[in-house]
């Protein structure tokens, strides 16, 4: 069950990050908004998920994710650069959160 919170939170995070990019230093009221109160949701989630995983791994994986669906969402949808070094960093992010969570279980 944390880790189904923790995903989700890490989801939430693709979310306030896109909102926050649209919302263009806090000048646009609605994006800000969605920004501000899904981050709040997110760090909401992380918060009760700590209550049942080491803080270290679910921090480390709460940040993963979030970052590497950001970084994706960046270059498929705002055309960011998709270089070989990049998505090879990438992938070392996603084996890290997939090297936390197995040994977790």
Do not use: H, N
């Not at 995983?53 to 950001?70: D, N």
């Not at 705002?78 to 084996?95: D, M, N, T, W």
């Amino acid at each position: 069950m944390a880790w189904g919170i923790l995903l989700a939170a890490a989801l939430l995070e693709l979310v306030w990050a896109l909102a926050l990019k649209q919302a263009d230093g806090f000048s646009r009221l609605w994006p800000s908004v969605i920004g501000i109160t899904v981050a709040a949701a997110s760090f909401a989630l992380l918060t009760i998920a700590l209550g049942s995983l080491p803080m270290g791994t679910a921090y480390a994986v709460w940040v993963g994710i979030g970052t590497v669906g950001v970084a994706l969402t960046g270059i498929v949808a705002l055309g960011e650069s998709a270089a070989l070094p990049r998505l090879g960093f990438l992938a070392l992010i996603v084996i890290g959160v997939i090297g936390l969570k197995a040994l977790e279980s």
